[in-house]
């Protein structure tokens, strides 16, 4: 019953550096997205994918990529990591069955830049 | 486009008191609205939501929240706060459709409870 599986939980990165960090859902969920959680900013929207091979831009996408090659996975790279991304990463993962909708969120990536 | 504003980052209540956290909307669609509740250093849980049924929504822990079209406000309540109550709340606003996965954040509010 793992849900929405994040990997790593914590992780420091120098400025330039490039990772990977994963998502992974057994929900069989079409939807999926990553947001970042910054102070009194609440969660923003950075990409989503509405199935494999389909990824869209959210509302605070520079500076990071995602591809999604198979439902269950859903990767977010960042490419040259700055300070300014330091922040909580969250993947989520949702049904969509109209009134049943409901994000399914994991347990997070606390990220720092240095 | 939606959004989502939160009236006070900080509530402080007395254990068995009432609980109101205060969330107001923007949506060009009719929306779909839900709350969250984060304990710390862990995710998101599903408080409660509407999906545009009935306007009184039943949610986990007691809570329950109000759809009010005229005045866009989906404010959280709870008629007696417990100490396990604290923990920070976020509203959240999707535009239905493809979209319903596209979730608007209010910028949380944080709930304290005192004994």
């Known amino acids: 019953n793992a849900g929405v599986t994040q990997t790593p939980k914590f992780q420091v990165l120098k400025t330039g550096q490039s990772m990977t960090l994963q998502c992974a859902q057994d929900?069989?969920?079409?939807?999926m997205s990553w947001y970042r959680q910054d102070p009194g900013m609440g969660l923003r929207l950075i990409h989503y994918?509405?199935?494999?091979?389909?990824?869209d831009q959210g509302e605070v996408p520079n500076g990071y990529n995602v591809s999604r090659s198979t439902t269950e996975d859903f990767p977010l790279r960042l490419l040259s990591a700055a300070p300014s991304q330091t922040s909580v990463y969250f993947c989520?993962?949702?049904?969509?069955?109209?009134?049943?909708?409901?994000?399914?969120f994991g347990q997070g990536t606390r990220l720092t830049v240095v | 486009a939606q959004s989502v504003t939160q009236l006070g980052s900080h509530v402080s209540v007395s254990e068995g008191a009432l609980v109101l956290l205060r969330c107001n909307y923007s949506?060009?669609?009719?929306?779909?609205l839900f709350w969250y509740v984060q304990y710390p250093n862990q995710g998101l849980q599903l408080l409660l939501k509407?999906?545009?049924?009935?306007?009184l929504v039943k949610g986990i822990n007691g809570f329950e929240a109000e759809f009010k079209k005229s005045e866009t406000s989906f404010h959280l309540t709870k008629p007696s706060a417990h100490m396990s109550d604290a923990a920070e709340y976020f509203c959240?606003?999707?535009?239905?459709?493809?979209?319903?996965?596209?979730?608007?954040f209010g910028q949380g509010t944080i709930l304290t409870v005192h004994p």
């Open positions: 949506s060009s669609v009719p929306p779909y």
């Open positions: 929900m069989n969920h079409e939807y």
């Open positions: 994918s509405v199935g494999a091979g389909i990824t």
């Open positions: 989520a993962s949702t049904t969509l069955e109209g009134a049943h909708t409901e994000a399914f």
């Open positions: 509407y999906t545009s049924a009935a306007t």
């Open positions: 959240a606003v999707s535009a239905g459709g493809t979209s319903y996965g596209k979730l608007t």
